[in-house]
């Protein structure tokens, strides 16, 4: 049991780590739309992008796939960088979008999930019981995303029903800051991944 916990505080730490940003900006990106009213619709989305970052993170750490880092790397910032100009391209959400944003947060998740899986394989080493460890991470990086939700959310109550900042400026702010953080990482990892 005291694994389980070990392997669940590294989880949330590592989602959290600002070192690893890629992934917070991502969460970040994905939820900014919505309001606090909306908590359904996040959590859902979330959970797509947590069932497909176990996936392959499960995959990975089984070494049932095999990962070219490089463009993992590089593709986890290409995510970000679609999912916010989907957000500044789209001045009006509509519902029958919502589909649509769960399996583009699914098969994102599939991508995040082969980002992470490197540091866990680093932590797990030679181990060979690592369903618990498995299991414990990916709760601890739900927990840490639901951190960064409960985050944003708030702040975006707080801006837009409090300060009284117009919704669409919010989500364009935070977006085009995301895009062009992404932007450039997706620049700076671009070589690694196709020129080496």
Known sequence: MQDFWLYFQLGWQHILDWQGYDHILFVVVLCVTYAISDWRKVLILVTAFTVGHSITLALSVFKLITINTPLIEFLIPVTILITASANILNKKPKNRGTNFKYLLALFFG?????????????????????????????????????????????????????????RWDWNFFISSAIFGISFIMAAERFSAAFLN
């Open 110 to 166: 599939l991508i995040h999930g082969m980002g992470f899986s490197n540091y866990l394989k680093s932590l797990l080493g030679k181990s060979t019981s690592i369903v618990v460890e498995l299991l414990a991470f990916n709760l601890g990086l739900e927990v840490g995303q639901v951190i960064i939700v409960v985050g944003i959310l708030l702040l975006s109550f707080l801006l837009i029903w409090i300060v009284k900042i117009k």
